[in-house]
């Protein structure tokens, strides 16, 4: 669920793996998402007072509201198991969960990276909200702790505050060299993306 700019996530303390065929329905009770919420069990973002807004919303929706997920799985050539598609999950779902001032303002972004594999990640994560990745560069620039967002715009952007909530970017004013976010990941913030 999102709040603003605020992504709540709950979710178990240790994984677990849905192995049914997509064709089963998954029933969602309200009753059970609010104990999920409430649950000791389970890791969340949110502090007492998101836990009880949250629930509120649940508990005002009616069933056919929610939306059903499809898992995208594919057969493993050597034994026959089900395992979990990324790409497929991707090309099924980008754009699903975006924030429309995010698209509306129309803010180009140029990663600069020191490892790609997390720079791939991300940019997905980020086109996925609603912000156009126009670039993925090289950058030795790693005196930057986590990330640094580098706007010759306004920072009070969407855009930029998005970066600075999500990922806890620091923010300066300066040259875009042709657009109009660079975003420098730092290695911390590559390390947990890796």
């Known amino acids: 669920m999102t709040s603003s700019f605020v992504n709540y996530y709950v979710s178990p ?17 309200k009753r059970a998402l609010i104990q999920r919420i409430f649950s000791g069990g389970s890791m969340t973002n949110m502090n007492f007072i998101d836990k009880l807004y949250i629930a509120s919303l649940i508990a005002k929706r009616r069933q056919q509201d929610y939306v059903v997920l499809r898992s995208t799985v594919k057969r493993d050539a050597d034994d026959g198991s089900r395992i979990f598609s990324e790409k497929a999950f991707q090309k099924k779902y980008k754009g699903f969960f975006y924030h429309q001032n995010l698209r509306e303002e129309g803010m180009g972004v140029q990663l600069r990276y020191g490892n790609y594999k997390s ?10 909200q609603g912000i156009r990745v126009v670039d993925l560069a090289t950058t030795n620039r790693y005196e930057v702790h986590r990330c640094l967002v580098r706007t010759n715009e306004n920072v009070s952007l969407h855009t930029v505050r998005f970066f600075v909530s999500a990922f806890g970017c620091d923010v300066e004013s300066g040259e875009t060299e042709g657009v109009d976010i660079i975003v420098y990941l730092g290695k911390e913030l590559e390390n947990v993306w890796e």
């Open 119 to 128: 720079a791939a990640t991300l940019s997905r994560i980020i086109e996925g």
């Open 13 to 29: 303390q240790s994984p677990e793996v849905y192995e049914k065929p997509d064709t089963d329905e998954p029933s969602y009770q």
